[in-house]
């Protein structure tokens, strides 16, 4: 099986936090960047291998901003292109504000059956300070509208960490999270990348930056409170409700293969990941010129070793250490048994049933030095 994401990179404002690709030229644009996207597919999808296509994500940016003939014309151009014939997840990322009848109409019809919605927090002081464009009331609504038309499938995403949040308010969000009951909900602690609006009001004094420690307690809070209410902790920043695991994200964390599409996407086949220029034009221009927009990446035994166990430890199926030997061989699974041995030892690591290593419920505190500890180092 394999998986297809979109980047749709446009935004109405950039939020102060982020640095992933985006653009506000979606009038200038937005239709020659989705003929690039369809004759993208076209171009690349031998690089599927005939292996039936799963699960359909559009990502951004914000593809909810696409008007509704713009994100008809992208998805009936995509079935053109590409065989979806065999979709079980088609998730389209939204911001809530965007969410409105007319809008939940058109994705019933498209066959979308999963909305992924940046909701951040429900407090509106911080909603604004970040550049968010929408209330915690319209995320309240949001939710209503999309099951009104049949999309029970809910996604949220929460931020923790963010300037002016305490572990009190943080609480409150993840309750008022859980009383919308979404079907699933991913929770990230707050980064500050270099060169975001965030990252300069940081340095020039305009905010705080929330304590380390307070992070942790947020993030423990947030695991006990989702899963008192249910939800199962299936990956470091990812809880669902029974049944409701994202299976498109799980393709990136179990070494499915995926095709990405889209200025900025990244590609990976098992061997060769790809990258897309992260410049609008540059890829229209390739596209167009039937060149394809990438760079390439082969993979080494010991980056592929890496990525398996940092993966691997941030799920909770964890490592197996059986298939790591029968892929990398010998050496590596000795390095990864003989730095296993004193997490173990101090709890931060088990074994579980079926014989994988597991972070712990304390060292998923520690997973980065844990994961770090694993990977290969010579």
Same mark, same amino acid.
């Given at each position: 099986? +394999?998986?297809? $994401?979109?980047?749709?990179?446009?935004?109405?404002?950039?939020?102060?936090?982020?640095?992933?690709?985006? =653009?506000?030229?979606?009038?200038?644009?937005?239709?020659?960047?989705?003929?690039?996207?369809?004759? *993208?597919?076209?171009?690349?999808?031998?690089?599927?291998?005939?292996?039936?296509?799963?699960?359909?994500?559009?990502?951004?940016?914000?593809?909810?901003?696409?008007?509704?003939?713009?994100?008809?014309?992208?998805?009936?151009?995509?079935? *053109?292109?590409?065989?979806?014939?065999?979709?079980?997840?088609?998730?389209? #990322?939204?911001?809530?504000?965007?969410?409105?009848?007319?809008?939940?109409?058109?994705?019933?019809?498209?066959?979308?059956?999963?909305?992924?919605?940046?909701?951040?927090?429900?407090?509106?002081?911080?909603?604004?300070?970040?550049?968010?464009?929408? =209330?915690?009331?319209?995320?309240?609504? +949001?939710?209503?509208?999309? @099951?009104?038309?049949?999309? /029970?499938?809910?996604?949220?995403?929460?931020?923790?960490?963010?300037?002016?949040? =305490?572990?009190?308010?943080? /609480?409150?969000?993840?309750?008022? %999270? &859980?009383?919308?009951?979404?079907?699933?909900?991913?929770?990230?602690?707050?980064?500050?990348?270099?060169?975001?609006?965030?990252?300069?009001?940081?340095?020039?004094?305009?905010?705080? *930056?929330?304590? *380390?420690?307070?992070?942790?307690?947020?993030?423990?809070?947030? &695991?006990?409170?989702?899963?008192?209410?249910?939800?199962?902790?299936?990956?470091?920043?990812?809880? %669902?409700?029974?049944?409701?695991?994202?299976?498109?994200?799980?393709? $990136?964390?179990?070494?499915?293969? $995926?095709?990405?599409?889209?200025?900025?996407?990244?590609?990976?086949?098992?061997?060769?990941?790809?990258?897309?220029?992260?410049?609008?034009?540059?890829?229209?221009?390739?596209?167009?010129?039937?060149?394809?927009?990438?760079?390439?990446?082969?993979? =080494?035994?010991?980056?592929?070793? !890496?990525?398996?166990?940092?993966?691997?430890?941030?799920?909770? #199926?964890?490592?197996?250490?059986?298939?790591? @030997?029968?892929?990398?061989?010998?050496? %590596?699974?000795?390095?990864?048994?003989?730095?296993?041995?004193?997490?173990?030892? %101090?709890?931060?690591?088990?074994?579980?049933?079926?014989?994988?290593?597991?972070?712990?419920? !304390?060292?998923?505190?520690?997973?980065?030095?844990?994961?770090? !500890?694993?990977?290969?180092?010579?």
């Amino acid at each position: 099986m +394999a998986g297809v $994401y979109v980047h749709i990179p446009f935004c109405a404002r950039r939020c102060s936090y982020c640095d992933f690709f985006s =653009t506000l030229q979606l009038a200038e644009a937005g239709g020659d960047y989705v003929e690039a996207v369809i004759a *993208e597919a076209a171009m690349r999808r031998g690089e599927l291998r005939g292996e039936p296509v799963t699960t359909l994500y559009l990502g951004g940016g914000t593809p909810s901003l696409l008007p509704s003939p713009l994100l008809s014309r992208l998805v009936v151009g995509l079935k *053109e292109a590409i065989d979806l014939s065999g979709l079980v997840e088609f998730t389209v #990322e939204a911001n809530p504000d965007d969410v409105t009848a007319h809008w939940c109409a058109a994705l019933s019809q498209l066959g979308v059956n999963r909305v992924s919605m940046g909701v951040q927090s429900f407090e509106d002081d911080i909603l604004r300070l970040i550049g968010r464009r929408h =209330t915690a009331r319209q995320a309240v609504e +949001a939710v209503g509208h999309l @099951r009104g038309f049949g999309i /029970t499938n809910v996604s949220i995403d929460l931020i923790f960490g963010l300037p002016g949040q =305490t572990v009190t308010s943080w /609480t409150e969000s993840v309750r008022q %999270a &859980i009383d919308l009951a979404p079907s699933h909900i991913s929770a990230y602690g707050l980064t500050y990348e270099e060169g975001t609006r965030l990252w300069h009001q940081r340095e020039r004094g305009e905010v705080t *930056e929330v304590s *380390e420690q307070q992070c942790l307690e947020m993030y423990r809070i947030l &695991i006990e409170e989702l899963q008192s209410a249910g939800y199962e902790h299936y990956e470091i920043s990812n809880f %669902a409700l029974p049944g409701y695991r994202s299976h498109h994200n799980s393709s $990136y964390w179990n070494d499915t293969p $995926y095709l990405g599409l889209g200025a900025a996407a990244h590609s990976y086949d098992g061997t060769v990941r790809r990258a897309n220029v992260c410049d609008l034009r540059q890829y229209i221009d390739s596209i167009r010129g039937g060149v394809p927009a990438y760079v390439e990446e082969q993979m =080494t035994w010991q980056e592929r070793y !890496d990525e398996r166990v940092m993966l691997g430890l941030r799920t909770s #199926e964890g490592v197996d250490a059986g298939r790591l @030997r029968q892929d990398f061989g010998d050496e %590596a699974w000795q390095h990864f048994t003989r730095e296993a041995r004193r997490h173990l030892q %101090a709890g931060n690591l088990r074994v579980a049933g079926d014989g994988n290593y597991v972070l712990s419920r !304390d060292g998923i505190m520690l997973s980065d030095s844990i994961i770090r !500890d694993l990977m290969w180092d010579e």
